[in-house]
């Protein structure tokens, strides 16, 4: 074979969610798009505050070329990364310093990186906690460590500490959190971080060496009636955030965002450079130099959340009118939804007979539930309660 067998299966095949998306785009050609109600991708609906868009054109306006498109340093723009600190500074009470920060091209590839950086040995492994993003696996597995999964905590989708406590061993490198979470849309409380950090702490001397918390941030901005999202590296100092603008400022195609490795880590300045390395050899250096600036002159700015909120009431209201059992967001913009039928695939498709395109919660580790993302038009909301409702009473 001289191609790769792994990369292969992951390049011929698409992600469930991506397949869903690409049928939908083919319905619609058939039966028109105002008759295909699409919930599958988390693509933000909400247009970027005026400050993006005021950003890039002043930009264009009175910077050359080679100061708008030209390289910055591998690791970010420094103005960029002092700005970020900064920001944090003000808004959560800490004290880092630009030279904390490595820009990358969104939190996906932060989230490889950070993989990458941390990972010494085949024997090494991350957890997991579900539900959780499916490609959490794919980057850790590409990195050279295997993934394990707690299950999911069905009633408040917080943590199963029992669970967690017995799962983690010698090996665990790190534990993944994403709050608010994609799918479940739950945020971990202030208690559950610090139970976290509790355990991990008498973990670490236990074994006689750091376990990491990657906490996976794209969704920080994006909560609702006044939930806190507690800052992890105030809690727990082996941390990695791992954060991207993609929802925040509704730019998911422009691929930006950063790797805080806070000085309080073990070894912080080794770990930095570990994740310089990673971002070299994996060529995540030097994000696009032009977002770099936007971002820089836009901290603190956020798409219209009441518009997502609008939308989660909407959803909400109408699904549990209709009969389904719904778990209330407290962020991101997903609801998880209780399937009719203990095969959540088999659920999905015969949801795909009204058009409904919703996706299975097996690939998030928790089945039985689907998630359906709600960043998408009002009215396509409104439109789809009756093609839930045939598809409800076609379980009655």
Do not use: W
Request: aromatic letters at 12%; hydrophobic letters at 40%.
């Amino acid at each position: 074979m001289i191609y790769n067998k792994q990369a292969y299966e992951l390049g011929s095949k698409r992600s469930a969610i991506r397949e869903l998306f690409e049928y939908g785009k083919q319905r619609a050609t058939i039966v028109g798009a105002e008759n295909v109600y699409d919930f599958s991708l988390g693509n933000p609906t909400v247009p970027a505050p005026d400050c993006v868009d005021e950003t890039i054109r002043r930009l264009t306006e009175e910077l050359d070329c080679i100061k708008l498109h030209g390289y910055t340093s591998a690791q970010g723009d420094a103005e960029t990364r002092a700005a970020i600190a900064d920001f944090l500074n003000k808004t959560h009470g800490t004290h880092f310093e630009a030279n904390d920060f490595y820009i990358t091209m969104g939190a996906a590839a932060s989230l490889s990186i950070a993989f990458h950086a941390l990972t010494t040995s085949q024997e090494d492994e991350f957890i997991a906690i579900a539900p959780y993003f499916p490609e959490y696996k794919v980057f850790v597995e590409a990195a050279g460590a295997s993934l394990k999964v707690v299950p999911a905590d069905t009633e408040n989708f917080q943590i199963d500490f029992d669970a967690l406590e017995e799962m983690v061993n010698a090996n665990t490198k790190g534990i993944i959190i994403n709050s608010p979470n994609n799918p479940s849309g739950a945020v971990y409380s202030r208690e559950t971080i610090e139970k976290l950090a509790e355990l991990l702490y008498k973990k670490e001397v236990e074994y006689e060496h750091p376990i990491f918390i990657i906490a996976d941030e794209p969704y920080r901005e994006i909560v609702y009636d006044g939930v806190e999202v507690p800052f992890v590296t105030k809690y727990y100092a082996n941390t990695l955030v791992c954060y991207s603008y993609s929802k925040s400022l509704s730019l998911p195609g422009e691929r930006i965002g950063y790797i805080l490795v806070p000085q309080e880590a073990y070894e912080s300045r080794a770990l930095y450079a570990a994740v310089a390395g990673a971002g070299r050899s994996l060529g995540y250096v030097c994000a696009p130099s032009m977002m770099q600036k936007v971002i820089t002159l836009c901290q603190g700015e956020t798409g219209d959340i009441e518009l997502y909120k609008k939308n989660r009431d909407l959803l909400y209201d109408g699904l549990t009118k209709i009969g389904y059992k719904c778990f209330k967001p407290q962020g991101a913009f997903y609801m998880f939804v209780k399937a009719l039928e203990e095969d959540t695939n088999a659920f999905c498709e015969r949801a795909k007979a009204e058009d409904l395109l919703i996706v299975s919660g097996e690939g998030f580790g928790c089945p039985g539930f689907v998630r359906i993302s709600y960043c998408v038009d009002e009215d396509m909301i409104k439109r789809s309660f009756g093609a839930f409702e045939k598809l409800y009473k076609s379980y009655q």
